[in-house]
């Protein structure tokens, strides 16, 4: 009747060098940067890569919720909200205008 | 499928404006259903165009077909088994990239495609140009550009169906996207086993890309095959070396080779005048989602959203309240006194337009969440509202279903609709019963009325909080036991801002009120006679009192008190015209004359509403014990012991039962009961008296009060339940919660209440 729990997968782990980089959700609003990598569950980076969060994407920051939490962001043109903590799984390189 | 009839299946991205084109292919030959086993709306309809007819189906809104979410699944299963003559592929041309992604695996599908280029007036405004010829030899199908709003572009765009779906030579635009040196030859490696075994050579390039991404389904499917076990092994080889080369997952490689597809293809198409360009939505949410602002403008908007909800509907309200009491007057004026009669009058009308007084409240209500819909404004509703909403483990939109239950269960639930996820939907599905529908407030103004007249408000808000507190409660339970672990990311796009269209907006509105008129028709209306008949039966009932002679008795003694009185009045008169000498103006004009007969009339009437009162008195008893006997009341009385406990009488069982059919009805049953008649209302003071007269102390009410909250709402709300979640066993699980939670909340306020001696 009810649903099963599911597994657990580990997802993608950051590569070495980009686990110390700067997140997404280091990024405040008005700032823009380039996707280095995406981190977490399988299901989430997909969902990511095929919003058109893909690596060497630009990504801008537009802005927080009332509430701070989900974050806006503006990617190939369109508007994009993601929580923060996801967003904290997302390497970035911050691109300087 | 016979010779002139084809399949057209319209697939695109949420909010491209699939909808808008299929209502301007079909016109009016439409119909919305239910895609079988889950709640995803699908929208069928057919057209003809140059003596040929189209079927045409709706899919669901998707961004791709991985299949995670209901809609993916069902976008891929239907054109994979159901293999349409021609894909009509809505692209929105304003957001080209991301909404190219689905579309370059509908190119893999390789189902015969057309692609109507939507929202071109926007990519205007954009400054967008876009050069079509090079884009349709790109993706290899036709490019229509329209604008889905005004029509523009539909004749041509039925014309390219036409021609596509009779191309018999079709398989000419076989293309492929082209992916990496690397990853062509693991194809390559696949596709050649594949063609050696049995199955579809169209789709073997679709099934060898969706392993080399480790495509469950896929996976399942080609397990079948007589190959299946050796294609698998070579696949994960083949996903094992990508993954090395890489150093990603293959389904994110093959992700990332899409889009650089595209990139290329709107390099080489699409040139963009950034003089022009102009992000007017970005304008608007500076504003409307603002740090500051954001809140209480929502709040605001709420709060008109249900001003006009009740405002509004009360005027159609009364009209339709009226109709329905001119109607039943009628039909008991010209029928004969009869089981029938009192069937149809009491039981159906009677039962049915108790409900169809709330048609126009929930008529509003949907129209202006259409609005909120498709202006956008939705989106950022659950953007503001996610922080919230996380809380309990839900989406930032589930917040908008919760808002409506406070004014009706049902389309309620209906709306959960706007959630993708099915562990979602249900999850706001099982704790929004708990949101106090309007329905219930008659009861709480009538029982706080009686029994805490100074408090009545406070304690009816009260029960508001409660219910959003259980609410919480009850999400945050759900969420970490048997709901846990299966909640989407959040990803939600906040679409540009539209100005609603009226049609789309009247027709969005009758679609889901329709059900809701469908559900009167029915479930309501089998509720109400069951109802009918529980009070009906048995008819001939023995009572212990002859209240005829009662009522004569009473009617005796105070037609005596009358002509005593009468003949007091006479004496006097005679006494006091003796003692009158004027001869200016006649007695009968005197004051003294006119002060004894306003004295006369003044006791008159007082012994008359004195009568009054001790007739309907005794009618009152009567109807109770009439009621008593019946098969509601017998079940009253069986079930009393069971709510004992709470300190219910067979009166509060009765009501209760009878509120399962729709919560106003606890109300109406209680004016039975008291033999008040059908037609009390909430002031009614002969209700409220007979309820302190019956026994029942404040405790108690309070705990009838917390019971009502929280107890399944209605009928209505049980079969939205039923057909939201598709399946019984939530259905159950909701019924058996809410009344054992009422039960055990009503049973704990009915203990320690009488332990500490509140309100005795
Ligand atoms: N400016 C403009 N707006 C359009 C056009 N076509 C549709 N719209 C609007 O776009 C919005 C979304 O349209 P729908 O037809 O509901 O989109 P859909 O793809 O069916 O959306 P889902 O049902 O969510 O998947 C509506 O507000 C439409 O009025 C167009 O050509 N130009």
Known sequence: ?????????????????????????????????????????????????????????????????????????????????IRAQDAEKIVVKRIDR | MTDNTFNIAIAGNPNCGKTTIFNQLTGAHQRVGNWPGVTVERKSGHYSFADVRFDTIDLPGSYSLSAFSAEEKIVRQYLMDDAPDVVVNVIDASNLERNLFLTTQLIELGRPMVIALNMMDMADEKGLSIDMDTFATLLGAPVVPVVGRTGQGIDLLKEKILRVATDISGKSRQLNIPYARDIESELDKICELFDTTEGDPHFTRWKAIKLLESDRETRNEVRQMKAGNEILSIAEQGVARIESIYNDTGRAVISHARYGFIQGAIRECVTEDLSVASDYSRQIDRILTNRWLGLPIFALFMWIMFKLTYDLGSLPMDWIDAGVVALMQFLSGILPDSMFSSLLVEGMIGGVGAIAVFLPNIF?????????????????????????????????????????????????????RILESRRDRILTILINPFMSCSARLPVYILVAGAFFPEHAATVIFSMYILGVLVA????????????????????????????????????????????????????????????????YFPQEVELERDYSNDKQTIQQVYSQKIDALDLKFQESLENSEQEYHSEMIPYTESKSY??????????????????????????????????????????????????????????????????????????????????????????????????????????????????????????????????????????????????????????GINYFGGMFGWFS
Not at chain 2, 724 to 734: C, I, K, N
């Open chain 2, 472 to 535: 919480i409660a009850s999400g945050k339970l759900f969420s970490k036991t048997i709901l846990r672990g299966m909640s989407k990311p959040f990803v939600l796009e906040l679409p540009p801002y539209q100005r609603p269209t009226l049609k789309s907006l009247v027709l969005h509105t009758w679609e889901r009120g329709y059900v809701f008129i469908e559900k009167m028709g029915t479930v309501i209306l089998v509720g109400s006679i069951l109802v009918w008949v529980l009070g």
């Open chain 2, 364 to 416: 509003i209500l949907f129209f202006i969440i259409a609005a909120l819909e498709d202006s956008g404004y939705m989106a950022r509703v659950a953007f503001i509202m996610d922080r919230i909403m996380h809380n309990i483990g839900l989406h930032g939109k589930a917040f908008i279903p919760m808002i409506m239950g406070f004014g009706c269960n049902v389309p309620a639930i209906m709306g959960t």
């Open chain 1, 1 to 81: 009747m009810f649903n099963r729990r599911q597994k657990k997968r580990p997802g993608h782990q950051l590569t070495e060098e980009n686990r110390t980089g700067l997140r997404l959700s280091d990024l405040r609003p008005g700032e823009t940067g380039r996707i280095v990598e995406v981190g977490g569950s399988d299901q989430f980076r997909l969902r990511l890569i095929e919003m058109g969060l893909t690596r060497n994407a630009e990504i801008a920051v537009d802005k927080y919720a009332p509430l701070l939490d989900p974050m806006e962001l503006i990617v190939m043109g369109y508007h994009l909200s």
């Open chain 2, 594 to 747: 006119q002060d004894l007969e306003q004295q006369y009339s003044a006791l008159k009437q007082s012994i008359l509403s004195e009568q009054k009162e001790a007739l309907y008195q005794v009618r009152m008893e009567e109807i109770s014990e009439i009621t008593e006997q019946k098969w509601i009341g017998r079940i009253g009385k069986f079930i009393e012991p069971l709510v004992a406990p709470l300190g219910f009488s067979w009166r509060e069982s009765v009501a209760l039962i009878t509120g399962f059919v729709a919560k106003e009805i606890v109300v109406s049953t209680y004016g039975v009961l008291f033999g008040v008649g059908e037609d009390v209302n909430e002031e009614n003071q002969g209700v409220i008296s007979s309820l302190r007269s019956s026994g029942m102390t404040p405790l108690v009410a309070l705990g009838f009060l917390v019971f009502t909250l929280l107890y399944t709402p209605c009928l209505a709300t049980v079969a939205a339940i039923k057909r939201e979640t598709g399946t019984w066993s939530y259905t159950l699980f909701s019924v058996v919660y809410s009344v054992s939670l009422a039960y055990t909340l009503a049973l």
